[in-house]
């Protein structure tokens, strides 16, 4: 909690709750600091939550159903709503600010029913909850899980034996628990495979924090982010940071290049590969970007690509929030 040593003054101050960025398995709320904001009238907050298996395990039952790194992000932000007038905040006046997996929960925030009304203002960088990896599977979870048990002579027949296994792990251990960020430079496949991101809750859920996908919550229209001012972004080289390798060695893209059919469905488009028109699809893709030739020769294009792949669910974010905000809505690039 970064504020005036002096509470006490009768002029409330505007907050900042800021939610850290990290793929959902990495960062922390200490990484960033108040340097910049404090010599303005506001209040900055920041908070860790769980990463990881801990932070978004779900068996797909009302015991286990997974997001609590996001209900960890709800219990803070409701602390603040009931506590930062003693900090001297004015609890009307909570913008909730992240970047990359931290603009994931901000948007998440906007459309979960569980986070109507803890806050008026929302600022996403560089991303939203309707990128196409968002969501992980209760399926995949289990699946992990199991491994990880079977990998150290366990092999449990139910969930609550796999429960019970993992309680008794040594919790490093379960810190480097299967996590996969964005794709392997060199490979024929770009996927990108975030396991443990929010999961669709069961209908059962104790205190659920998403029962609907997000695509479907930012379809509704009459919902409580139509009372929000909004500011959406993204920088102009979004995918620097993930496309270096191939920036600095663009022989890198030699098996891409040689398996482009193959890619997206891996890169989480909505596509099959079971799609009749799938062919046509990914051929359209290639002349767009790379102009059919090879792509080790079209580095520019593949980071273009890469950037659309990352900005255009802000784009259509922002598009949604539009379209039923009675708050003022904003959009940077």
Excluded at 87 to 97: V, Y
Excluded at 107 to 134: D, E, K, T
Excluded at 283 to 288: N, S, T, V
């Amino acid at each position: 909690m970064f504020c005036f040593s002096d509470a006490s003054f009768t002029k409330k101050l505007p907050v900042i709750f800021f939610i850290h960025g990290g793929g959902f398995y990495s960062g922390s709320g200490n990484i960033y600091g108040p340097e910049l904001l404090l010599d303005h009238d506001v209040i900055l907050v920041t908070f860790n939550y769980r990463l990881g298996a801990f932070g978004f395990l779900s068996l797909g039952n009302e015991d286990y159903s997974g997001n609590l790194a996001l209900k960890d992000q709800l219990l803070a932000l409701k602390w603040v709503r009931d506590n930062i007038r003693v900090f001297g905040g004015d609890k009307n006046k909570i913008t909730i600010h992240g970047w990359s997996a931290g603009c994931w929960s901000v948007s998440l925030h906007m459309v979960s029913p569980a986070s109507q009304g803890l806050f008026n203002r929302a600022v996403c960088f560089s991303a939203s909850a309707l990128v196409p990896w968002i969501l992980s599977y209760v399926k995949d979870h289990k699946e992990i899980a199991k491994k990880f048990a079977a990998r150290n002579g366990v092999h449990p027949t139910n969930d609550q034996q796999l429960i019970e296994y993992l309680k008794s792990v040594d919790a490093n251990k379960l810190v480097a628990l299967a996590h996969t960020d964005f794709y392997s430079p060199g490979t024929e496949e770009k996927a990108i495979k975030l396991p443990w991101t929010p999961v669709v809750e069961c209908a059962t859920s104790k205190n659920p924090f998403l029962l609907e996908s997000p695509e479907n919550y930012f379809k509704k229209e009459n919902f409580g982010r139509t009372n929000i001012d909004t500011l959406f972004g993204y920088a102009d080289a979004e995918s620097y940071s993930a496309t270096s390798s191939e920036i600095q060695n663009p022989l890198l893209l030699a098996p891409f290049n040689a398996s482009f059919h193959f890619q997206l469905p891996l890169l989480g488009l909505h596509y099959t590969y079971k799609d009749r028109d799938y062919p046509k699809w990914a051929d359209e893709i290639r002349q767009f970007y790379f102009d059919n030739g090879d792509i080790t020769t079209h580095v520019p294009e593949f980071t273009n690509m890469m950037n659309d792949l990352l900005s255009y669910p802000v784009h259509r974010a922002i598009k949604l929030q539009s379209q039923v905000s009675r708050g003022r809505t904003f959009y940077y690039v």
